[in-house]
């Protein structure tokens, strides 16, 4: 089994930034495409960005100016920098592992947007 573990959520004012980080398994990290999503209550899980096993990356256009996804090779993460958040931006935060034609899911991190 693939664990997924994510950190880095919490409480921030409108405009500040946060950097979550999702944790794998450090014998599959360079053979997986890792991707961030989240989902406020009462809405549809939203796809965000996604860094393939080669190192290329892909942000979704709801995003893309103010979240980026990059590796942390010496821990196995995937971390994903919120610049300029608003209070739509509140939501729990998921990550995902495509491994070995499988899909993996952490439990999520919690991000909390005050105006």
């Known amino acids: 089994q693939v664990q997924v573990v994510e950190s880095g959520g919490g409480l921030v004012q409108a405009g500040g930034s946060l950097r979550l980080s999702c944790a794998t398994s450090?014998?599959?990290?360079?053979?997986?495409?890792m991707a961030w999503y989240r989902q406020a209550p009462g809405k549809q899980r939203e796809y965000l960005a996604r860094i393939f096993n080669v190192g290329s990356t892909n942000v979704a256009d709801s995003v893309k100016g103010r979240f980026t996804i990059s590796r942390g090779n010496a821990k196995s993460t995937a971390d994903l920098q919120m610049n300029a958040l608003e209070p739509e931006d509140s939501a729990t935060y998921y990550c995902q592992v495509l491994y070995n034609g499988d899909t993996f899911w952490g439990r999520g991190t919690q991000v909390t947007v005050s105006s």
């Open positions: 450090g014998s599959i990290f360079g053979s997986a495409s």
